[in-house]
């Protein structure tokens, strides 16, 4: 079953050129020459997989034994990926792995910043709270940019999305311009029930 179709009509940026083993290759989104993407093991660690065929990209969610709970490791992946996308990509299929697209946030983050060792990637909510409005809006800034990528007009993204898809996860499926839903996906988004906005770009 597939579900809304949004795709964004803006006109992305001449994008710079940067060369490759196989000649020159165009990079959306490149704020500096010299940026890198994220390397196979700093996916690994934010739980992310990236894979590529042809104009066909495939970013997977592979942390099913925690359903795929997101955390600012892997928001900050997803920007990264989106920075370095190639522009002969033309397709970006988000899925997951296991039972769950993803169950959101990992609770992780809602410990006690004094033990970093604790949270997901040493950030916490609380500690987030604790820095300046100037802070805290360029921190939410850069893990909704893991989330706003998708809507690059370069290509068309679509969520694969089976069963849970809560909170940051349903948030995740709705920045993409497409969703193909299992019979078994359950949304949830709290925020909406408690009269907030949610603020990774729903």
């Known amino acids: 079953m597939i579900v809304g179709s949004a795709h ?6 001449r994008a710079p050129t940067v060369r490759t083993e196989q000649g020159e290759a165009k990079m959306t989104g490149v ?17 992310l997989r ?19 709970t ?30 769950s697209f993803s169950a959101g946030l ?11 060792h604790e949270a997901a990637d040493g950030e916490t909510i609380s500690g987030l709270l604790d820095g300046t409005d100037m802070t805290v809006a360029r921190t939410i800034r850069e893990y909704q940019d893991g989330f706003l ?22 948030q995740l499926a709705l920045a993409c311009d497409l969703r193909v839903v299992a019979d078994d996906a359950t949304f949830c ?8 906005v949610p603020d990774l770009t729903g």
């Open 106 to 116: 990992d609770r992780s983050m809602l410990k006690d910043p004094a033990s970093p």
């Open 8 to 13: 964004s009509a803006r006109t992305a940026s």
């Open 149 to 170: 990528f998708l809507r690059n007009s370069n290509f068309i993204s679509i969520a694969a999305v089976q069963g849970h898809a809560v909170g940051a996860g349903f």
């Open 31 to 47: 704020k500096h020459l010299s940026m890198a993407g994220p390397t196979e093991a700093e996916l690994q660690s934010a739980g």
């Open 50 to 68: 990236f894979t590529q065929s042809g104009p066909i990209a495939e970013i997977t969610l592979c942390r099913p034994e925690r359903r795929n």
């Open 70 to 99: 997101q955390s600012p490791a892997m928001w900050r992946a997803l920007a990264a990926l989106g920075q370095t996308m190639p522009t002969d990509i033309r397709v970006v299929i988000v899925r997951a792995e296991g039972r």
């Open 189 to 196: 988004m709290k925020e909406v029930a408690l009269g907030l």
